[in-house]
């Protein structure tokens, strides 16, 4: 294909425009990033053994790994410093995702049900 | 077709070619392309297991219970400390992330030596994950050292919080809560019969059994009773140890062990995956085939995918393990 055009064009996709940091400063902003995503794992942990089971605690889990998961993917895969249409075409897709969540979780929890099945002897069966 | 209006395109318009679309190369935009299709089926396997979960006619397992080996101070200190291993997997693995980055770092900057050793260290880090991973697995498989009991049909177990004889049983057979080996003492007996259907519990090292989910975990069977509960007519209980696809000692739906063999194996082999292409890109830079060609973008491209690798990790920890 165009392999060759590669070298001329150096790869650097993000060069251009964009004021993103090189050299020692990228390094402490990656070390960063490193101590940020470990003291929430820490909280995470904490959380998991001090709070009772319940809706807070999960929402406090998913937001926490939501925030991990923007780090990841805005900092370490760089999306964040790539154009924005990129950033759009990789995120935007997503969505499908979020609709999967609530169908299977609205629509989807009947499968144990006895209501739906008659009796629960019936429904232990199914699995 | 289109010759009318071959004037009317600009001279410099994308469709002539030779433009990078997003400003990014061909293979990074096919690896993140690649990542959003894998992000997809990761997704699925999770909300199944959500489904599944949330919708399971028997109690599922609680994670807390189930991993709880570490080296060394399970095997020689008796010590099971709850998620501490999966812990250290968390870390390890967003570990090697960074020493991706850093690498990626480096050889935006031609620095070809720092690239290999940030390298090596990320490939060091991907082997120890898949290693855990199969200690995980081996404990999984193997189970507990007496295996558990499936409390099929449990439907009139006495609670006594009382009295710390539980000889003397009344009914069927005597559920008691105990922290340790002490029975709680209340003042006045009140005697409750609850159904223990759905629910598991592991036979401890006196015979006793000790009930792990549900809203009776933590509470003893003592070992008289586990007798009194197998004989009774109305009950039905199974001994289970270890798990397999179809049957696991952590939960009486074989879902759980299905979905943490499915879930973790494909997570791990594409760590494992991972693993084998850094190595071959590491090889490649050793070679010095990144520095004749100008640039480093082939360590970026695989850092895509050990930072995807990584990223699915942090969603399998928070669904699997925590909630």
Same mark, same amino acid.
């Given at each position: 294909? @165009?392999?060759?055009?590669?070298?001329?064009?150096?790869?650097?996709?993000?060069?251009?425009?964009?004021?993103?940091?090189?050299?020692?400063?990228?390094?402490?902003?990656?070390?960063?990033?490193?101590?940020?995503?470990?003291?929430?794992?820490?909280?995470?942990?904490?959380?998991?053994?001090?709070?009772?089971?319940?809706?807070?605690?999960?929402?406090?889990?998913?937001?926490?790994?939501?925030?991990?998961?923007? =780090?990841?993917?805005?900092? %370490?895969?760089?999306?964040?410093?790539?154009?924005?249409?990129?950033?759009?075409?990789?995120?935007?897709?997503?969505?499908?995702?979020?609709?999967?969540?609530?169908?299977?979780?609205?629509?989807?929890?009947?499968? #144990?049900?006895?209501? %739906?099945?008659?009796?629960?002897?019936?429904?232990?069966?199914? /699995? | 077709?289109?010759?009318?209006?071959?004037?009317?395109?600009?001279?410099?318009?994308?469709?002539?070619?030779? $433009?990078?679309?997003?400003?990014?190369?061909? #293979?990074?935009?096919?690896?993140? %392309?690649?990542?959003?299709?894998?992000?997809?089926? %990761?997704? +699925?396997?999770? !909300?199944?297991?959500?489904?599944?979960?949330?919708?399971?006619?028997?109690?599922?397992?609680?994670?807390?219970?189930?991993?709880?080996?570490?080296?060394?101070?399970?095997?020689?200190?008796?010590?099971?400390?709850?998620?501490?291993?999966?812990?250290?997997? +968390?870390?390890?693995?967003?570990? @090697?992330? !960074?020493?991706?980055?850093?690498? !990626?770092?480096?050889?935006?900057?031609?620095?070809?030596?720092? $690239?290999?050793?940030?390298?090596?260290?990320?490939?060091?880090?991907?082997?120890?994950?898949?290693?855990?991973?199969?200690?995980?697995?081996?404990?999984?498989?193997?189970?507990?050292?007496?295996?558990?009991?499936?409390?099929?049909?449990?439907?009139?177990?006495?609670?006594?919080?009382?009295?710390?004889?539980?000889?003397?049983?009344? #009914?069927?057979?005597? /559920?008691?809560?105990?922290?340790?080996?002490?029975?709680?003492?209340?003042?006045?007996?009140?005697?409750?019969?609850?159904?223990?259907?759905?629910?598991? #519990?592991?036979?401890?090292?006196?015979?006793?059994?000790?009930?792990?989910?549900?809203?009776?975990?933590?509470? =003893?069977?003592?070992?008289?009773?586990?007798?009194?509960? &197998?004989?009774?007519?109305?009950?039905? $209980? &199974?001994?289970? &140890?270890?798990?397999?696809?179809?049957?696991?000692?952590?939960?009486?739906?074989?879902?759980?062990?299905? /979905?943490?063999?499915?879930?973790?194996?494909?997570?791990?082999?594409? !760590?494992? @995956?991972?693993?084998?292409?850094?190595?071959?890109?590491?090889?490649?830079?050793?070679?010095?085939?990144?520095?004749?060609?100008?640039?480093?973008?082939?360590?970026?491209?695989?850092?895509? =995918?050990?930072?995807?690798?990584?990223?699915?990790?942090?969603?399998?920890?928070?669904?699997?393990?925590?909630?």
């Amino acid at each position: 294909m @165009s392999t060759q055009e590669h070298g001329a064009h150096g790869g650097h996709g993000h060069d251009d425009g964009h004021a993103h940091l090189t050299g020692p400063a990228q390094r402490r902003r990656i070390w960063m990033v490193f101590w940020i995503m470990f003291a929430i794992t820490a909280v995470e942990f904490v959380i998991a053994f001090v709070m009772l089971r319940g809706m807070t605690r999960n929402v406090l889990f998913i937001g926490m790994t939501l925030v991990k998961a923007f =780090y990841i993917v805005a900092e %370490f895969m760089h999306l964040k410093h790539e154009t924005r249409n990129l950033i759009l075409t990789i995120l935007v897709p997503l969505v499908f995702v979020i609709w999967l969540i609530i169908a299977l979780l609205v629509e989807g929890t009947w499968y #144990g049900d006895p209501w %739906f099945f008659g009796s629960v002897a019936a429904a232990s069966e199914e /699995l | 077709m289109a010759h009318g209006t071959s004037t009317a395109t600009k001279p410099n318009s994308a469709w002539r070619g030779g $433009v990078e679309p997003y400003k990014a190369s061909y #293979g990074k935009l096919m690896m993140w %392309f690649f990542l959003v299709s894998d992000a997809f089926t %990761f997704s +699925t396997l999770l !909300v199944v297991y959500g489904t599944l979960r949330f919708s399971s006619p028997t109690e599922w397992a609680n994670p807390e219970n189930v991993f709880t080996h570490v080296p060394i101070l399970t095997e020689f200190f008796n010590m099971h400390p709850p998620l501490a291993f999966v812990g250290l997997m +968390t870390f390890i693995l967003i570990g @090697s992330s !960074v020493t991706m980055v850093l690498g !990626v770092e480096a050889g935006h900057r031609m620095d070809k030596k720092t $690239v290999e050793k940030y390298f090596i260290l990320t490939i060091i880090g991907g082997i120890m994950f898949v290693s855990c991973q199969a200690y995980e697995w081996y404990n999984f498989i193997v189970g507990t050292p007496h295996g558990s009991i499936h409390l099929v049909e449990a439907p009139n177990v006495q609670i006594e919080r009382h009295s710390a004889d539980t000889a003397n049983a009344k #009914g069927p057979v005597i /559920l008691v809560e105990s922290h340790g080996h002490t029975v709680k003492m209340v003042v006045d007996s009140v005697q409750d019969s609850v159904n223990l259907k759905g629910l598991v #519990g592991t036979y401890q090292e006196d015979h006793s059994v000790r009930i792990m989910n549900g809203k009776h975990e933590g509470w =003893y069977i003592t070992k008289e009773n586990v007798t009194a509960l &197998k004989t009774h007519p109305e009950n039905v $209980v &199974k001994d289970v &140890k270890g798990a397999t696809l179809t049957i696991n000692e952590y939960s009486q739906n074989p879902s759980f062990a299905n /979905l943490f063999f499915f879930i973790t194996g494909f997570h791990g082999s594409h !760590v494992a @995956s991972g693993v084998l292409l850094n190595y071959i890109i590491f090889m490649q830079v050793k070679r010095g085939v990144m520095h004749r060609r100008g640039h480093y973008e082939m360590v970026e491209k695989v850092g895509l =995918y050990w930072h995807f690798v990584d990223l699915v990790w942090v969603f399998v920890f928070t669904f699997f393990y925590l909630i």
